[in-house]
């Protein structure tokens, strides 16, 4: 078995000598140093990196929520769509949303649509909207033809939009006119 000799020259051993340096390959026991991040440098990485999800986690949330409040109001318009067809067919307004395919629909919160036909002189004495119909800041029923909404976040509705309670929903008002967000009507 043949051993081969690798020659280097004295100029190589000097540009090489930068990198034996620099990389520690001495096995020499006093030329070995040891490296490692101080405390104070770990403390800095995990104050960025809390900084950055401190930023980060408030930022995401709000775009899952309105991400969330998107989807209702589209599955609202949806079922206006639904509804109106209902009624051009029959003459008539659907009394729940089960008339129309869609009474096991959720919001994207996890609870069920509200769906809540106006009555009119005819169907009723004194005709008009029930008690349970959404309210305005001045009190007046937000539809005349039917109310359709999500109760937003906290699964929980008032009335009346001027109610804490209901600031989250998300509303169909003006008779189809606008959909979105009660805070915002």
Do not use: C
Not at 6 to 30: A, C, M, P, T, Y
Not at 122 to 142: Q, T
């Amino acid at each position: 078995m043949r051993k081969y000799v690798i020659k280097i020259s004295v100029r190589k051993k000097q540009e090489l000598h930068w990198l034996s340096d620099s990389v520690f390959f001495s096995n020499r026991k006093g030329d070995f140093l040891q490296k490692a991040f101080t405390l104070v440098e770990l403390l800095l990485v995990i104050g960025i990196i809390a900084a950055l999800f401190g930023i980060g986690i408030p930022v995401y949330l709000n775009q899952l929520t309105r991400a969330k409040n998107t989807k209702a109001i589209s599955d609202i318009y949806s079922m206006s769509q639904q509804i109106e067809e209902f009624n051009m067919t029959n003459g008539d307004y659907p009394q729940n949303l089960a008339a129309i395919g869609r009474e096991k629909i959720t919001d994207p919160w996890g609870n069920p649509y509200a769906y809540l036909k106006m009555y009119f002189a005819s169907e009723k004495k004194g005709g008009g909207a029930p008690g349970d119909a959404r309210k305005d800041r001045f009190l007046v029923p937000l539809n005349n033809d039917y109310d359709l909404y999500s109760k937003g976040k906290d699964g929980k509705s008032a009335p009346a939009l001027t109610a804490k309670v209901s600031w989250d929903d998300v509303v169909r008002a003006n008779n189809g006119a606008f959909i979105g967000e009660a805070r915002k009507y």
